[in-house]
């Protein structure tokens, strides 16, 4: 696997009231070249820490950090090209347009003006880029962040929690941008402490909690990793049912008003209770979503210890940090 950006055993320790406290405690994390990869976790997981030591931003205590095949922070310079960034948001001339700021700010960097349309285009506000930056939606001002990012064609994306704060509209824009850049080759990395926000457009993912990685792999990967399939089941009596389906030997929980059943063939549950005289009124498979599993491994994040280690158990998908 061509790696974009690897980190082996990383922390970083910050001086707090109760003494030093670890936001990125032994992280190792691997993503590959070229697509999209979510970085999840909840908030205050580290994932603003890790990004800025990626970024040169901040100093890891210890671990090393490689970027394109560069240790970073030492080897930085030579690498710092083919990276962009957003960790905070940028700031823009409100009453010039958006074509205006982009050409200010390529001026400023050394980048040939012929580059702004390039970068508008990327975007989708070549058709916008004579209103005025004050006019624009939070949506469109994030776009045009990512524009300015792209000024100098890096090869790495890197963009810290970009859909907060945006409307259901402003996400899917953001999103579009960040899953054609994905299709185009470059890598971008995306953070975020909202699952539906990337899993749509994220090829491979990493999960952490208390600044350790949980999990890591393709969506599909941590997916696969939630066990039997299981189905919804409407069924008048519950009771029997559940005598009926345990008896055949089938696993299964009660959930509202409806059976949760684990089994890989939904039609053995249907043939069991037509056997015993019930007839089903549904059977729906329930969806393994990576919600669930992002949900599963987090779970206890706050209480730590045990609770933490028992939700990653649960989740032999992907690489998870303790059964690798
Ligand atoms: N400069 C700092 N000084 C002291 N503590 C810090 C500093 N930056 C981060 N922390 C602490 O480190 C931990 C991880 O924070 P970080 O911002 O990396 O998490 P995050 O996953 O990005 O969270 P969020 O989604 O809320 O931004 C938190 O407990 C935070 O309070």
């Given at each position: 696997m061509d790696v974009a950006v690897r980190t082996v055993?990383?922390?970083?320790?910050?001086?707090?009231?109760?003494?030093?406290?670890?936001?990125?405690?032994?992280?190792s994390l691997t993503v590959p070249h070229g697509g999209v990869h979510g970085f999840?976790?909840?908030?205050?997981?580290?994932?603003?820490?890790?990004?800025?030591?990626l970024?040169?931003?901040?100093?890891?205590?210890?671990?090393t950090i490689e970027v394109f095949g560069r240790a970073v922070?030492?080897e930085?310079?030579a690498v710092?090209d083919r990276v962009g960034?957003?960790?905070?948001?940028?700031?823009?001339?409100?009453?010039?347009?958006?074509?205006?700021?982009?050409?200010?700010?390529?001026?400023?960097?050394?980048?040939?003006?012929?580059?702004?349309?390039?970068?508008?285009?990327?975007?989708?506000?070549?058709?916008?880029?004579?209103?005025?930056?004050?006019?624009?939606?939070?949506?469109?001002?994030?776009?045009?962040?990512?524009?300015?990012?792209?000024?100098?064609d890096p090869d790495l994306l890197v963009?810290?929690?970009?859909?907060?704060?945006?409307?259901?509209?402003?996400?899917?824009?953001?999103?579009?941008?960040?899953?054609?850049l994905g299709a185009e080759g470059k890598t971008v990395i995306v953070?975020?402490?909202?699952?539906?926000?990337?899993?749509?457009?994220a090829d491979t993912v990493s999960?952490?909690?208390?600044?350790?990685?949980?999990?890591e792999g393709t969506v599909?990967d941590?997916?696969?990793?939630?066990?039997?399939?299981?189905?919804?089941?409407?069924?008048?009596?519950?009771?029997?049912?559940?005598?009926?389906?345990?008896?055949?030997?089938?696993?299964?929980?009660?959930?509202?008003?409806?059976?949760?059943?684990?089994?890989?063939?939904?039609?053995?549950?249907?043939?069991?209770?037509?056997?015993?005289?019930?007839?089903?009124?549904?059977?729906?498979?329930?969806?393994?979503?990576?919600?669930?599993?992002?949900?599963?491994?987090?779970?206890?994040?706050?209480?730590?210890?045990?609770?933490?280690?028992?939700?990653?158990?649960?989740?032999?998908?992907g690489r998870?940090?303790?059964?690798?």
């Amino acid at each position: 696997m061509d790696v974009a950006v690897r980190t082996v055993d990383l922390r970083k320790t910050y001086l707090g009231r109760g003494g030093r406290r670890a936001a990125v405690e032994g992280l190792s994390l691997t993503v590959p070249h070229g697509g999209v990869h979510g970085f999840l976790g909840p908030n205050g997981s580290g994932k603003t820490t890790t990004i800025r030591m990626l970024l040169g931003l901040a100093r890891p205590d210890s671990g090393t950090i490689e970027v394109f095949g560069r240790a970073v922070p030492r080897e930085l310079p030579a690498v710092i090209d083919r990276v962009g960034a957003i960790v905070e948001a940028p700031k823009f001339f409100p009453t010039f347009s958006a074509g205006q700021n982009l050409r200010l700010l390529a001026a400023a960097i050394g980048v040939p003006a012929g580059r702004v349309d390039e970068v508008l285009e990327a975007t989708r506000l070549s058709d916008r880029a004579g209103d005025r930056y004050a006019g624009f939606s939070l949506g469109m001002k994030q776009r045009l962040a990512i524009a300015a990012t792209l000024l100098k064609d890096p090869d790495l994306l890197v963009f810290d929690e970009p859909t907060n704060g945006l409307d259901p509209a402003g996400i899917r824009e953001v999103r579009d941008t960040m899953r054609s850049l994905g299709a185009e080759g470059k890598t971008v990395i995306v953070s975020s402490h909202i699952l539906a926000e990337v899993e749509q457009v994220a090829d491979t993912v990493s999960i952490i909690g208390h600044g350790r990685l949980l999990a890591e792999g393709t969506v599909a990967d941590i997916l696969g990793g939630s066990g039997t399939p299981r189905v919804r089941v409407g069924v008048r009596d519950h009771d029997r049912a559940r005598q009926l389906l345990e008896a055949d030997g089938l696993a299964v929980q009660t959930e509202g008003d409806e059976l949760v059943v684990a089994v890989d063939d939904p039609s053995r549950v249907t043939r069991v209770l037509a056997g015993g005289g019930l007839y089903v009124s549904s059977l729906v498979p329930v969806r393994a979503d990576l919600e669930s599993a992002f949900l599963a491994l987090t779970a206890g994040e706050g209480l730590g210890g045990e609770a933490d280690r028992a939700a990653g158990g649960r989740m032999p998908g992907g690489r998870v940090e303790g059964a690798a």
